[in-house]
Structure formats: structure tokens, C-alpha cells
């Protein structure tokens, strides 16, 4: 059965930095592109970053360069490091994998970025 676990979120101020976690069971790990989204209050869920089984990575044009998708293949982890962070950036943070014709998600993890 796949699950994706995420951790990580939490309160910060503006300017800080969070790393949340998204642990995979049972999947392929290194087979598949994994990801990262976000929904805000009262909008649409948005793509954050994605990473291949090749570990390529590519990001949302407005995030690149404070956002960074990384994978421990040890512990099956995907990871995304949050720097330079905005009120703006404030939403729940979600973990998807892409395993074939299906698509798997994670329960969220809230961050909160106040001025």
C-alpha cells in the first residue's frame, strides 16, 4: 500500500527557513517522480517542485533559488528546504508521487510565515 507521510511545518517568521519531509512507503523510490504542492487560503492547489527517479529537478518559476526538492534514497525521503520565506509562502504543503497511472498524495503539512 502506498503512503506518503509528511512532516516539518510550522510557524516562522519572514526571512527563515523550514525543511519539510515527505516519507514513501511502498513504492519504488527511485523510480518515480515525487513532488511538492501548495494550496493557500482560498486558492488553488499550486505546484511547488518536482524531482524525478533520475533526480532531476525542476521548480516553479517563482520559487526558484529559496526552494530546494533533494531525496534520501536511505530512508525514502523527499525533502523540500524552504529559505528566504514570505507571508505569501503561507499554505498547506503536500507531497505527491506519480507511480505509473496513479497518482498518491500526502495528508499536508501546514506553514505559517508571519511579518
Known amino acids: 500500500q502506498v503512503r506518503l507521510v509528511e512532516s516539518g511545518g510550522g510557524q516562522v517568521q519572514s526571512g527563515g527557513s523550514l525543511r519539510l519531509s515527505c516519507t514513501t512507503f511502498?513504492?519504488?523510490?527511485?523510480?518515480?517522480?515525487l513532488g511538492w504542492y501548495r494550496q493557500a487560503p482560498g486558492k488553488e492547489r499550486e505546484l511547488v517542485a518536482t524531482i524525478t527517479g533520475g533526480d532531476t529537478a525542476n521548480y516553479a518559476d517563482s520559487l526558484k533559488g529559496r526552494f530546494t526538492i533533494s531525496k534520501d534514497y536511505a530512508k525514502n525521503t523527499v525533502f523540500l528546504q524552504m529559505n528566504s520565506l514570505k507571508p505569501e509562502d503561507t499554505a498547506i504543503y503536500y507531497c505527491?508521487?506519480?507511480?505509473?497511472?496513479?497518482?498518491?498524495w500526502g495528508q499536508g503539512t501546514q506553514v505559517t510565515v508571519s511579518s
Open positions: 505527491k508521487a506519480w507511480v505509473g497511472s496513479h497518482d498518491y
Open positions: 511502498g513504492i519504488s523510490f527511485s523510480l518515480f517522480t
